[in-house]
């Protein structure tokens, strides 16, 4: 036992490391080489982290931003032939941006051939215009120049032209490096600990995964395939063994082989496919209508259309190792046994799970997520060995049963829509706009409580004389669902289910106009103003291509609470650290050592977030005073309304006492 606790520590101890943020994902190198007179290559290395990508070339016009690689050279030194990349960038749909768009996930470098036309070394530089994503955050679109030398011979001395600012005002920050703006005073650095900068979204995302995965198992025990395999497992463990300590022992091994097998099953899928590979299957537009067929199959089979089973031999072959061997291996194949033979009501439920791990990009997720449907699987087998007299009040096989894979059925056939949804998507269609995807949700749900009320019925399911009250309330819960998806028809955001449904521009007709804030988008100006109404100040870091800023504005600041607390005591200042529009007049500032040439508004706000509040991610929240001083740890994406009310009234209570 305590070499289980101790491999269990470990197991989450790997979890948390696996889900580690970076706000430095990708780094860049150059090296040149001038061996050949008249000629040099240089070379630009990108080194990315795990489960981040960084886009490619050349995007749409509407997409996120390119990666943009540009070379200043003197006189004497010239380009010979185009970029070249060290290999092709991933190719795929985008949900979000419903664009086709390109990115290098791992390790990737850029060649370019110079011709040298004089005998002289000569100093040039390259300047890189990037942004990284991962599934969880983007950090801002980044500059950065490189220098590096050409040619052989006597070193020319290049003249750089002077660097161009734009003096802000006539305050210049203590410490700001030599060669940047002269900065007001607000954007004086604040003081963030590393514990408050720490961004918890990824931290809970593992979790989740086994959480799913735990409700999974539970909702597999309830199909036919499972149910009446407890007792008549229990009773054989208990029938064998000469006590019930040894029964008791064994059916622990049966429990632990169950886990051992689904989750020796995750890992292989990790090892095999590896984590941005699973990520890239998870939203492939084929694979998600392959899936959607597949989901379909398998909800007409649970609604009683035919039966799908793994071929006989399978489980009989396993079946007779499991008698003509003794001891562990025997439990073993008998834990074997049982999923082989479930398959046909677990399968859908491992199938989906997987899709949903895989979109996590990280290796431990398909193996989290099967660890935690083999747990709930396995505890009940262990649970009646330890306690046989449960069996007794154990219910019986029987309509019940068949009850329960009716309505997996309907849950298949309205999850299969999500995934004809991102294949719709992305060839362009036009067969599941929002509207069309709601209604089909309407009348499955609306057909499932008639079902459970006893008003539908199957050619396989036993007369419905009377309606007990747990099926009353599931049916009233899953009317009253679809009476909830209806007005969607009309725009409502439906925020509980904004996950699955198509987004809101492919709603035709569209009545909703909520959660609107009077904004800054100018740092400066909404500063000034805060100071002359005697305002504290929210600032919100966002990005238009930033897909969980979308979420909590729809989950958190279109609340009725968050609004009103928001229009009546703060001043907001959104900054979108992706706007493309150029600055009036461009410059470059220092940053740990780096040449930063800031050229666009986000730049500049995004420099802004770097160099003031150390953080580089999006969602950011963060409140200050008048004077551009923290009220408050930043804030970041949660979804929890009454988390975020809270941390809006403690940065008003800090106002309040340091006026």
Known sequence: MKRLTAILCLFFVWMAAAQAQTLDPITWSVTADSSTPGKATVRIDAKIDKGWHLYGLQLPEDGPNATQITFSLPDGVTLDGPLTPSREPIEKFDQIFSLKLNWWEHDVSFTQKLNITDNHSHQASVKIFFQGCNDQTCISPQRQTLDFTVGSGTLVETQKPDTVTTPVTETVTEGHQAGAPVLPAIWEPVEITAQEAEQPVASTSLWMIFLLGFGGGLVALLTPCVWPMIPMTVSFFLKRSKSKKRAVGDAIIYGLSIVVIYLALGLAISIIYGASALNELATNAWFNLA???????????????????????????????????????????????????????????????LVEAATQSSYVGPAVGMGGFALALALPFSLFAMFPSWLKEMPKSGGWLNSVKVVLGFLELALSLKFLSVADLAYGWGILDREVFIVLWVVIFALLGMYLLGKLRFSHDAP????????????????????????????APLKTVSAFVPPLYTQDFNLYAGGQFEEFDDFDKGMAYAAENNRPVLIDFSGYGCVNCRKMEAAVFDTPEVEKIIKENFVLIKLMVDDKTKLSQPFTVKENGKTVSLETVGEKWSYLQRYKFQSNSQPYYIILNNEGGALTAPAYYDENVTKFVEWLNSGMKAYQSKK
Do not use: H, Q
């Open 291 to 353: 899936f959607f067929l597949l989901l379909v199959l398998f909800g007409i089979s649970f609604l009683g259309g035919f039966d799908i089973k793994l071929p006989a031999k399978w489980s009989n072959s396993v079946d007779s190792r499991a008698e003509s061997t003794s001891g562990l291996v025997s439990i073993f194949f008998m834990a074997f046994t049982l999923a082989l033979v479930s398959f046909s009501c677990t399968g859908p439920i491992i199938g989906t799970l």
């Open 464 to 491: 419905t004389e009377s309606v007990s009250v747990f099926r009353f309330f599931l049916a009233t819960v899953s009317l009253a669902f679809a009476l909830y998806l209806v007005p969607g028809l009309w725009g």
